[in-house]
């Protein structure tokens, strides 16, 4: 149990106020980590961060828009400011807007498929890797639409391929330093994300035949993985991309 302690280290979480963010933020916490909890909804963050501190972890919330570079410094500045170190980055916010066709993609829709799912963790990884010291880890939580795409969610798709190579060469560019960089490919979890993009239980009952355990994980699922990926447990495992989707049919 002790290669999965975090007592000591500090963890920021981007998308942290709710969904499979949230769920790694708590997770985090109950492994001893102090937990930076960050989306645009500054309430929402102060509300996680309250749960995460009647675990007896002290949290920072903070608000900010990863798409946005100067959001991201601010935030890890603001990280440093408070904790003096970062040991756990983990790239969680994204969005996948929907478009029929590459025709009714717009490039607003493009643009900020592509600001929040990777400029953002490109900037981020780059920002705290700075800081970070031997033993420490970058997590990307990417999807299985970037290794199996669909038309509909096409920039999104692209978006998480592109992280998924991102995170190949953060693993090449940070392991002199020590730090182990890794993502997680996602199958279908219940968030609000999920239940927003699909219109019926029948609908979801459909997504959850598209894997062998046939069944929507809950949110809490992802938390091993990502556990075992911030720690030393997983010390000699990096720019690898582990599938947590229930056993997705090839
Ligand atoms: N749920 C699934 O089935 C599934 C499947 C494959 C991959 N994933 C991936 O898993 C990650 C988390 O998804 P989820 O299902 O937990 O989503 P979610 O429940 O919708 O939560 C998304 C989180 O990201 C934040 N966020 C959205 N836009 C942001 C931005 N521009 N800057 C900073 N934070 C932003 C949201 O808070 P604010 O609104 O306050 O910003 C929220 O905290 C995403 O990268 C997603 O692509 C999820």
């Known amino acids: 149990m002790t290669r999965h302690d975090l007592t000591g280290k500090v963890a920021v979480v981007t998308g942290g106020s709710k969904g499979l963010g949230l769920a790694m933020a708590t997770g985090f916490a109950q492994a001893g980590a102090d937990v930076v909890v960050s989306s645009r909804k500054l309430e929402a963050c102060e509300k996680a961060a309250a749960g995460i501190r009647s675990l007896g972890r002290r949290c920072l919330p903070v608000s900010c828009h990863v798409g946005d570079w100067s959001q991201?410094?601010?935030?890890?500045?603001?990280?440093?400011?408070?904790?003096?170190?970062?040991?756990?980055?983990?790239?969680?916010?994204?969005?996948?807007p929907v478009a029929p066709r590459l025709l009714e993609v717009t490039e607003p829709l493009f643009d900020k498929t592509i600001g929040v799912n990777l400029k953002g963790p490109l900037r981020l990884g780059a920002r705290a890797a700075e800081h970070m010291g031997p033993g420490s880890a970058i997590i990307?939580?990417?999807?299985?639409?970037?290794?199996?795409?669909?038309?509909y969610t096409a920039v999104y798709a692209a978006a998480?391929?592109?992280?998924?190579?991102?995170?190949?060469v953060m693993a090449q560019?940070?392991?002199?330093?020590?730090?182990?960089?890794?993502?997680?490919?996602?199958?279908?979890?219940?968030?609000?994300?999920?239940?927003?993009?699909?219109?019926?239980?029948?609908?979801?009952?459909?997504?959850?035949?598209?894997?062998?355990?046939?069944?929507?994980?809950?949110?809490?699922?992802?938390?091993?993985?990502?556990?075992?990926?911030?720690t030393d447990a997983s010390s000699y495992t990096t720019g690898q991309m582990i599938q947590v989707d229930g056993g997705v049919l090839p």
């Open 72 to 96: 991201c410094d601010t935030l890890i500045e603001r990280t440093l400011a408070e904790f003096g170190r970062i040991d756990v980055l983990v790239n969680n916010a994204g969005i996948a």
């Open 140 to 151: 990307n939580i990417s999807s299985v639409a970037s290794v199996r795409p669909i038309a």
């Open 160 to 168: 998480k391929a592109g992280l998924n190579v991102l995170t190949a």
């Open 173 to 230: 560019e940070f392991a002199p330093k020590g730090i182990r960089a890794n993502g997680i490919i996602c199958g279908t979890f219940w968030t609000d994300s999920f239940r927003s993009s699909i219109p019926s239980e029948e609908a979801a009952a459909a997504v959850a035949q598209g894997c062998v355990l046939k069944r929507v994980a809950d949110a809490d699922e992802i938390v091993g993985t990502a556990l075992y990926l911030a």
